[in-house]
């Protein structure tokens, strides 16, 4: 893992739009820390989630590492060299670059492919589970808030924020170390905001909501690393089947299911918010923020996408957005 020596400049309209929404929540995190960390303090009458309830995650952290280093960055590097196509106008540095880009892809592949549906069969049968989720409860996004904010506690809740707070992190230390490249800003703004999501809405006893952000995200992402890792390929049909079911999913559940269930229940949880609660309505309104924030980098990597079909349907090659911009055609 090289370390990068200084960030990319901000060049685009979009990467000062994700550097100013980066910098927006600095001080907004920081007001809301302190009460946030407290909660389990100031509401005694029934246990709360703790913070330290969350140390567990430095295990699949590290376990994820190491095996990112000895899978990604080794065993699966030598598996690109037998799968991926290498075309005759790739140089040897390019060559590696490709190779080293499936290595990783196929990682993040089977981590998604293991852990969404592992969520989905946790979560299933919990009534607060939407049915759009593979619920198969009541679907009654009310009872995310139960008898807010004593939320009952919710089997195996913990260990699954565990787990994917442990590979968030993860991804964030790996992407702050790693080679610049022109998705800079907006893949930081997503590990942040995915980050502080996940912690916040833990120690708040929002983890309902919470389950249901991280399964919606991981069952496009399981998708989404088969179609990259399968792009280099001397077979496009893989790709291109994968390309498919890309598009569906993406829409359904990152522009449709996202905002008209997720961050709608996100924003019903106004009227159950303790009076009492030091800054409640303050954390409330960073939860929706950073809900919204990551719709916008929905719209924007869903317009890349649009944008990576058409240029295949009119045979111009593809540009992959997040392999940087020399000879980065996918």
């Not at 994700?18 to 920081?30: A, E, K, N, R, Y």
């Not at 808030?145 to 004593?150: D, H, L, T």
Request: net charge positive.
């Amino acid at each position: 893992m090289q370390i990068m020596k200084q960030p990319p400049q901000l060049v685009t309209k979009w990467d000062k739009s994700f550097f100013l929404q980066l910098l927006m929540m600095v001080p907004l995190v920081v007001v809301c820390f302190p009460s946030s960390f407290n909660r389990s303090e100031e509401f005694k009458q029934s246990p709360l989630p703790k913070p330290i309830d969350l140390l567990p995650s430095i295990i699949p952290l590290a376990v994820i590492s190491i095996l990112r280093i000895v899978l990604a960055e080794n065993l699966f590097k030598k598996i690109a060299k037998k799968v991926v196509y290498r075309k005759p106008e790739w140089d040897e540095k390019f060559t590696q670059f490709r190779y080293e880009r499936f290595g990783l892809t196929f990682f993040k592949f089977l981590y998604y492919l293991g852990v969404a549906p592992f969520g989905v069969y946790l979560f299933r049968n919990e009534d607060w589970m939407p049915s759009a989720l593979f619920g198969q409860g009541k679907s009654d996004l009310l009872l995310i808030y139960e008898n807010f904010p004593y939320v009952p506690e919710v089997p195996y809740l913990t260990m699954f924020y565990c787990l994917e707070l442990g590979y968030h992190l993860h991804s964030l230390l790996f992407h702050i170390c790693s080679t610049p490249r022109n998705d800079y800003y907006d893949t930081l703004l997503h590990h942040v905001a995915t980050i502080f999501l996940v912690i916040f809405s833990y120690v708040n006893n929002c983890g309902r909501i919470g389950v249901c952000v991280m399964v919606l995200h991981d069952i496009v992402d399981a998708i989404m690393y088969y179609t990259k890792c399968t792009n280099d390929f001397k077979n496009q049909v893989p790709c291109y089947i994968g390309f498919f079911f890309l598009v569906i999913s993406y829409a359904r559940f990152r522009l449709y299911v996202f905002p008209r269930y997720i961050i709608y229940a996100a924003i019903q949880a106004y009227p159950f918010i303790p009076k009492n609660a030091t800054g409640g309505y303050i954390v409330w309104g960073l939860l929706v923020g950073m809900l919204c924030s990551l719709l916008i980098l929905h719209i924007y990597w869903f317009k890349l996408i649009i944008e990576m079909i058409f240029k295949v349907a009119s045979h111009e090659g593809v540009v992959d957005p997040h392999a940087g911009k020399q000879k980065n055609e996918l």
